[in-house]
């Protein structure tokens, strides 16, 4: 092995890395709540008894589970403002992140929605409960229960993939590395620590929806 | 920790990473061309008019035709591997080319890593955006956002002259960052003269105007350190390709102006 490695060349890139992986975590932290939002309304819509809602919802989780992330990326920062929509490379990935796990969300509760027995909705409603208490309690809470550990990975999924946002000029983690690459032409030693920090980020948000998850699906 | 000791804890984990990657041989690079009979060289793909994809699917520019020369000096095979600005030196440093022609500028960051042959090309970098937008120096930058491409010249160069409230958007490459810049995402752009040029030719809405020149920056070919055979041998291809008149022919078909007499050797 002919290889020196030389660590200390990242020393004063430190805050570089850190704010990078900051920005990783607030925007899978964000892009968590709100796309496990959409994905919940998206699956109430999927399975509604309206129709242009159902296809509505039907178009968006074709559209965005069939097409690449990147592409999406691309269309909404530098295909938007041609029609005055003008968002920073922040909120462009942001709304990215949002809007693609929303789709993968919606077909991940739809699939936990459809594994509930039709009879213990019957059963729901000969008890007196109204639409939305049998939707919440008897199909929304088990549901999700069930697919949990699928939406958890989905959610990582999804911050493994925003490495690519650094593309429009987003400052992640991955921005962070190359950034540094590009100044002091460590790339081994850079991408090492950087695959370790997602490595890490990826363990921690797992433990933190374990005991989420451990804490609302308790009784189960 | 200290590098031994993670040298030692690398081993464990990335022996087989490192065994199946080809480090910057300890040999005569030179002797390792002439071996294989073929020379690799990073070029640029989204570089007009140094490296572009021509209408026939071939790459075309002045760094092709550079490479291309370099080639039949040494006297073998010619291999283009296409690079982005970013990614031009860890090719070089992970051996998976044996030179680098990709308008390559001078830079003591890089010069710390890597050998320079002499000067090949003239090179400008300036910044550029729309006649409305008034800027005559460094100092007029303040408050504004400014696009570059990641690891470039430009980069650096801005990053230095920077006023504190100077935001600094950096795009993965120069095709990046001129989608950014038609698409207005980024007011003002550093970047260097062909750009800038490429840009005009596509006769966008919001022109690109020269605002203030950066950096007066030629090319070179790069290559490992510690290589004085191969150095010599490409200082010697360049030399005669200058006192032929054939780096004229170049400079005049894909620049447009006649070659500056005042290469750095």
Known sequence: MTYQFHFESLAGYVDVLARGALLTVVLTAIATVVGLAIGVAGAAARRSEIAPLRVLAATYVELIRNTPFLVQLFFIYFGLPSIGVRLTANEAALLAMIVNLGAY???????????????????????????????????????????????????????LGSSVISQISAEDLTYAANYIQARNFRSFEVYLVVTAMYLALAAGFRAIFRSVGNRVFAHR | M????????????????????????????????????????????????????????????????????????????????????????????????????????KTAERAAVIDFSSAYAPYYSAVFGPPSIAVRGPADLAGRTIGVARGTLEDTEVTKIAPPTLTISRYEDNATLITAFLSGQVPLIATGTPIAAAILARNPPIKPAKKFLLKDSPCFIGLSKNEPKLLAKLNAIIAAAKKDGVLAGMSRKWLGYPLPPDLPV
Do not use: C
């Not at chain 1, 109204?130 to 939406?151: C, E």
């Not at chain 2, 090719?91 to 308008?103: E, F, G, M, R």
């Open chain 1, 105 to 159: 969300a919606t077909e991940i509760v739809r699939a936990g929605i459809a594994s509930i027995a039709k009879g213990q909705i019957e059963a729901g409603l000969s008890l007196g409960l109204t639409r939305r208490q049998v939707f919440v309690h008897v199909v929304l809470v088990p549901a999700l229960a069930k697919i949990y550990p699928a939406l958890t990975s989905q959610f990582i999924i999804v911050m």
């Open chain 2, 2 to 105: 200290t590098t031994s000791m993670t040298r030692a804890a690398m081993l464990g984990t990335v022996g087989a990473v490192l065994a199946a990657t080809r480090l910057p041989a300890s040999a005569d690079a030179l002797a390792d061309v002439m071996k294989a009979g073929v020379v690799r060289v990073a070029v640029p793909q989204d570089f007009p008019p140094f490296g572009s994809v021509g209408p026939d699917m071939q790459p075309q520019g002045y760094d092709i035709d550079m490479a291309g020369l370099v080639a039949k000096g040494l006297g073998v095979k010619l291999q283009l591997v296409p690079v982005v600005s970013a990614n031009r030196l860890p090719y070089l440093q992970t051996n998976k080319v044996d030179i680098i022609i990709s308008t390559l500028g």
